[in-house]
């Protein structure tokens, strides 16, 4: 999960309970109030490029 702080997405390792085809039970990692990003994978991908201009190992720095 990536949640939004000071305007950078974070990768914000998370536990998770019950799961379905629709949702998934968030148990621990996650505090009330935290935003959350919800766009798929390819969204932060070119997100991430578009806003670090030429910096190819960001992703990888993201997602150690």
């Known amino acids: ?21 629709t949702f998934f039970e968030i148990t621990s990692g996650l505090s009330e109030g935290d935003k959350i990003c919800t766009d798929p994978y390819i969204v932060l991908e070119n997100e991430a ?3 670090k201009k030429g910096d190819r190992n960001f992703l990888e720095k993201v997602f150690q």
């Open 49 to 51: 490029l578009a806003q």
């Open 1 to 21: 999960v990536f949640t939004q702080q000071d305007g950078d997405l974070i990768r914000t390792p998370v536990s998770s309970g019950l799961v379905n085809e």
